[in-house]
T-cell receptor, first 110, second 117 residues
Framework: TQLLEQSPQFLSIQEGENLTVYCNSS?????LQWYRQEPGEGPVLLVT?????EVKKLKRLTFQFGDARKDSSLHITAAQPGDTGLYLC??????????FGKGTMLLVSP | DTGVSQNPRHKITKRGQNVTFRCDPI?????LYWYRQTLGQGPEFLTY????????KSRLLSDRFSAERPKGSFSTLEIQRTEQGDSAMYLC???????????????FGPGTRLTVL
């Protein structure tokens, strides 16, 4: 069974602070996705990383895929209240399903 | 809006009743997935279809659960004889699969929140 561990589980910060959340596994994934989910809604895809060592930027969000394709990180610069939500990472192996982590709940206060 | 839609958004039922949920995927997507999510957890895979064929089912999918995608478009998930442990958010996602590059990017609907009393 492939497991994805996310840390921290919960993060509460002030507007303007920087933060990093992590997604780790002992398994190799062919691709890894990051999603953000708001209460009562479905996850929204933020980014897909495929190549080991890959870095992708989405405005203030920077995503990195580990060299061995077993781990990933999400860094947010100058967090804003609109960034509040549950951040989920999901790994894909082959053409089948996604394995999700439990998520990091981020709360950004004004 | 051409995203994934799910109906109903909320369902409250009594233990022992049957419920059915519907998912309409993004129109050009040939794969459709069902997940279940409980509080404090990430989504857990239940089953998926490629066109009308159900290709994989999780061990989580007990014999009280059945899913169909009869014409390769919308899908239904039925739960028979509901139990309180079935209370969860049921999520549907779709993706476009073809031979060659496939990163399994899945696009989710808003979910159906089931409460079993």
């Amino acid at each position: 069974t492939q497991l994805l561990e996310q840390s921290p589980q919960f993060l509460s910060i002030q507007e303007g602070e920087n933060l990093t959340v992590y997604c780790n596994s002992s398994s190799v994934f062919s691709s890894l996705q990051w999603y953000r989910q708001e209460p009562g809604e479905g996850p929204v895809l933020l980014v897909t990383v495929v190549t080991g060592g890959e870095v992708k930027k989405l405005k203030r969000l920077t995503f990195q895929f580990g060299d061995a394709r077993k781990d990933s990180s999400l860094h947010i610069t100058a967090a804003q209240p609109g960034d509040t939500g549950l951040y989920l990472c999901a790994g894909a192996s082959g053409y089948s399903t996604l394995t999700f982590g439990k998520g990091t709940m981020l709360l950004v206060s004004p | 809006d051409t995203g994934v839609s799910q109906n109903p958004r909320h369902k409250i039922t009594k233990r022992g009743q049957n419920v059915t949920f519907r998912c309409d995927p993004i129109s050009e997507h040939n794969r459709l997935y069902w997940y279940r999510q409980t509080l404090g957890q990430g989504p857990e895979f239940l089953t998926y279809f490629q066109n009308e064929a159900q290709l994989e089912k999780s061990r989580l999918l007990s014999d009280r659960f059945s899913a169909e995608r009869p014409k390769g478009s919308f899908s239904t998930l039925e739960i028979q004889r509901t139990e309180q442990g079935d209370s969860a958010m049921y999520l549907c996602a779709s993706s476009s699969f073809s031979s060659g590059f496939f990163y399994n990017e899945q696009f989710f609907g808003p979910g159906t929140r089931l409460t079993v009393l």
